[in-house]
């Protein structure tokens, strides 16, 4: 039995890494992205709840600022969460992948399954992260939520100048793209791997373990998991929330 009088979580149980320090620069001037409300409630709080919903989740990582870590503890006292899930709060780094890493770095043995979920994407509904989880304990060493694209993607020669005109340089296939989202899933001996081995910028953790060419695979994503970024975003989130709150008093 664990500290808390639970049964102690198995190994198949997954730990979340929530990386939760970025300043949220395009949303526009105010607190850190991940402390900005939605509903009433810190962006932060949806997330870790949206993990924590998981029954198969005995732990959430929050990776805070590196000066609101004291902030985030008193955060995630002070609102109801899932007693079955331990929570741990750590300081971030100076970008994503460092603050990954560190997350990464404070979990305790245990737990073969590991998610990777970004605290700017609030909404996604359980049945992902469950989907996640189960293709991990599959054999898959990464997952990757995903949705096929609705506008045709062009790669251009970026220009030096903003707004100056940029040339189209390829147009690969639509059919055969898709637009990853979060929570991504991995085997956890695999993840730290990449995140040791890996060097360079990448935006997503699944492309360092396709650096080390092992398999990652996708499951359906949700238009709901969508990445809180642009001041649009949060009108779009207030409004999933509300249709929520209606339909299932949520
Ligand atoms: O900037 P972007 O939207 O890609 O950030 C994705 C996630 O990474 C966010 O949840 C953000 O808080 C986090 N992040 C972080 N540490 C950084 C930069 C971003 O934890 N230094």
Known sequence: MSSKGRPAPSAAHAAVVIPAAGRGVRLGPGAPKALRTLGGTPMLIHAVRAMAASRHVALVVVVAPSDGVAEVRSLLDSHALPERTDFLVVPGGETRQESVRLGLEALPAGHEVVLVHDAA???VPVDTVDAVIETVRDGAPAVVPALPLADTVKEVEPAAVDGEPEPVVATPARARLRA??????????????AHKEVDGEVTDDASMVERLG??????????????????LDLVLAEAVLARRRRNDGF
Do not use: C, Y
């Open 214 to 231: 092992l398999r990652v695979v996708t499951v359906p994503g949700h238009e709901e998991a969508f990445k809180v970024t642009r001041p």
């Open 121 to 123: 994407r609030p909404l």
């Open 180 to 193: 990853v989202q979060t929570p991504q899933g991995f085997d956890r001996t695999a993840l730290l791997r």
